[in-house]
């Protein structure tokens, strides 16, 4: 299993950003997705989390309503459109995938991790 994210960058408060997982050597549709975050000092943190089928999904509450995580199958990607972003939101970015329909916000239950991508948010 490989996963690749990208879209970071550097962006200032209030911009939007759009980060992709493009996942590989798996069968896509039989897996839950997640982003975490990890700032430097800090314990890496759940962001968004979604089921194989697309219909549950869940979100930190420091960024419910301004992130939206969603997933494409014909691409084998997972989405995590970001807006309003605060300085605070800065990290770096991780997808993950962990096999069956739903496991939540816990890092353990991943099976699979990408290698990241950095978000810089200046005030």
């Known amino acids: 299993v490989q996963l690749q994210a990208s879209g970071g960058g550097l962006v200032q408060a209030g911009d939007s950003l759009k980060l992709s997982c493009a996942a590989s050597e798996l069968t896509f549709s039989r897996y839950f997705m997640g982003w975490f975050r990890q700032a430097p000092g800090k314990e890496r943190e759940f962001v968004a989390g979604?089921?194989?089928?697309?219909?549950?999904?869940n979100y930190a509450d420091s960024v419910k309503g301004r992130f939206t995580i969603s997933r494409d199958y014909a691409k084998s990607t997972a989405n995590l459109q970001m807006s309003s972003l605060k300085p605070e939101d800065t990290a770096v970015y991780l997808c993950a995938v962990g096999r069956g329909y739903y496991a939540g916000i816990s890092p353990e239950n991943y099976d699979y991790w990408g290698q990241g991508t950095q978000v810089t948010v200046s005030s």
């Open positions: 979604i089921s194989w089928d697309g219909v549950n999904r």
